[in-house]
């Protein structure tokens, strides 16, 4: 059982059944109920530990410490492969259902394992999730932990894709896997588009970064339509280079290393949209994935050569690592020529230039439309997933001016991130667009706090909270 203090060593519940056991810790003065401290108790009865957490200053509670302090009781938990674990949910200044969530968040997200690739004894042994019974004690509004469970089953889901091995995840299987959650979720629809749709749609910059590689490029498509009666539909277009090896201007080992990470945003996407169905959310969206691997070969797009994108505008290639504005140039083109959404929200692990920026605790927000841009500030804030604002400097647009297309596809090392924007941003017309650089927190170099693996799930709950906020607008 996990008992929450105070710094000042009171305990943040009314009442606790092992106040007896736990006197003697509290009096010899080593737990300090710092933020996420952690001290066991054994006990001769039926509960074995008694777990005293810390959770610092009752002043100073946010919701993003209440998450952290109860990653660290999970983390304990999962060292002494704990099963079955209760916790007393604290009674703190936020409001019960912040408090409850936050707690319940903290547990459940860091309550996963990723052990598919180890060998068989290994995997028996750990499971996706390691504590098998949690119960929340003292909770006055259930629905708020059973829609945790819910959220928690889309993330982990997600970050299974993002984790497992860029050989098993393809773009093929990018495909599949979101039929099949079409399939056995009422109101979700997956429309597929194959290469040889790609090229009757003439996408060709989709159709560049995938030449090299053996596996077919796909479009994957993933709707929701919540709100028939609404106007309103937002599509969430998500970068799916389910390997990315540089191309001709290939990466270095130590930068491919990770690079199975590079369909985040897809992966991000697609769980957003299956949630919003699981959730009822009353909002249409559409999840829009362009899929392919950027392998190295002989058939491989060329440096100096212009390809033409699905907009028509033709891009020079002066380095074909910026795969990612490529595919997602052409997929934003073609989500707002199809489906004219109100909304468009690209979400991509597209520049190491943003992880120089921000690091890997948050992503960089890009966007022409000020509303747009609060909303998904608004929901950063709530949600705890970092955004910090960047700007698209016009002033900037010039480094991609080329010689023969309309476009280069870079502009130089200093202003990475912003370049990337400002390329995507010839993509969008005059439709209200946010672009998403998640390439720090989507896969991080250490497990931290409630992501327990390299795959973090981030952005999957600020997309939700995202569409939760437009469908009550
Ligand atoms: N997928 C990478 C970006 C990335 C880097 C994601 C590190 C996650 C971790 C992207 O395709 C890329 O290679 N970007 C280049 C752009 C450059 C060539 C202008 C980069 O950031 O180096
Ligand atoms: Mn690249
Ligand atoms: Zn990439």
Redesign the pocket.
Known sequence: MVIPFWDDLTAAVTEHPFTEELAPLLQAGDFKAKQGEVSCVYTRGKEKRVLALGLGKAEKVTCETLRRAFASAMRFAHGKKVKRLAVLVPHTRLVSEETVSSVAEGLVLTNYAFTKLKGEASQKESPTVLVEHLSLIGVKCPEVVEKIQVVAKGIYLVRDWINGNADDITPKMLAELARSLASSTPGLKAHILEKKDLEREKMGLILAVNRASNLDPYLIELSYQGDPSSQDKIALVGKG?TY?T?GL?L?PTD?ML??K??MSGGATVLGTVYLAALLKLKVNVTAVVPATE?SIGSKSYKLGDVYRSHSGKTVEIN?T????RLVLADALSYAIQTLKPTAVVDVA?????I?MALGEEMAGLFANDEGLAQDLMGASEKTGEQLWRMPLNPDYKDSLRADFGDLLN?GG?DA?AMK?GLFLQEFVGTTAWAHIDL?GP??VSRPKHYWPTKATGYGVRLLLEFLERRAHS
């Open positions: 280079v990315d540089g201007s990466k930068n990770t690079m990470c590079d950027n380095n690592d910026a795969e990612g692990t597209l520049t190491g230039s992880i870079t090392r990475g990337a390439a989507a896969y």
